[in-house]
């Protein structure tokens, strides 16, 4: 049984995210998406429910995928889950020193911890939680960019021109 973790800020979800999870889901056989909760951080837009609640929404009806908060190291947490793959999106090259100094850094901590890497699809490749707050906190429309469950609270946070939720194929 392969447990594996996608961790993240998830500040907010976006579609990217949603693609990873989907993707890794398939390669394991249980996913946690756990959502980190960083009290020192506050430059963000979602409080830590707020961003676990729409996670939680995302993932509803995918099999074997659940959600969970966490604080501390990655390394602690993974023990918590007995979970010993990390899964990390790569959207470009930038993305990967970054990525593998926190690869490194988690393996020196605890041996039986790997990163695997998922590359984000190409027509996320440009996506970021950053842009997402910024356009939308402009007001433009971000209904193409996250899932229902964050446009749902995005419009309440910034108002209803964020974008429209499209009408649910019957
Ligand atoms: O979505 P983000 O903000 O890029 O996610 C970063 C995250 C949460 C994966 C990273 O900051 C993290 O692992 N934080 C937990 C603290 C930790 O373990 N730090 C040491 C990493 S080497």
Same mark, same amino acid.
């Given at each position: ?15 990217? #995210? ?11 056989? #249980? ?8 009290? $020192? ?8 429910? @707020? %961003?676990?609640?729409?996670?939680? @929404? ?6 074997? =995928?659940?959600?969970?908060?966490? *604080?501390?190291? $990655?390394? &602690?947490?993974? *023990? ?20 593998? *100094?926190?690869? #490194?850094?988690? %393996? ?9 890497? =998922?590359?984000?699809?190409? %027509?996320?490749?440009? $996506?970021?939680?950053?842009?997402? %707050?910024?356009?939308? &906190?402009? &007001?433009?429309? =971000? ?28």
């Amino acid at each position: 049984m392969v447990r594996a973790v996608y961790p993240g800020s998830f500040d907010p979800l976006h579609n990217g #995210h949603v693609d990873v999870i989907r993707r890794a889901s398939r390669l394991f056989d #249980h996913l946690t998406v756990a959502v980190v909760n960083n009290p $020192l951080k506050n430059d963000g837009c979602f409080s830590i429910d @707020e %961003r676990t609640a729409i996670v939680r @929404e995302t993932v509803a009806g995918m099999p074997d =995928v659940d959600v969970a908060t966490f *604080q501390g190291l $990655l390394v &602690g947490f993974m *023990q918590e889950a007995s979970a010993n793959v990390i899964v990390k999106g790569l959207r470009a090259i930038s993305d990967y020193e970054y990525e593998l *100094q926190m690869a #490194h850094l988690n %393996r020196q901590m605890n041996r039986d911890v790997e990163t695997l890497f =998922v590359m984000t699809a190409a %027509r996320w490749s440009y $996506l970021s939680s950053t842009r997402v %707050r910024e356009i939308a &906190g402009f &007001g433009a429309d =971000v209904s193409k960019l996250v899932p229902p469950a964050t446009l749902r609270r995005l419009r309440q946070r910034f108002g209803p021109q964020v974008g429209v939720e499209p009408a649910a194929t019957p």
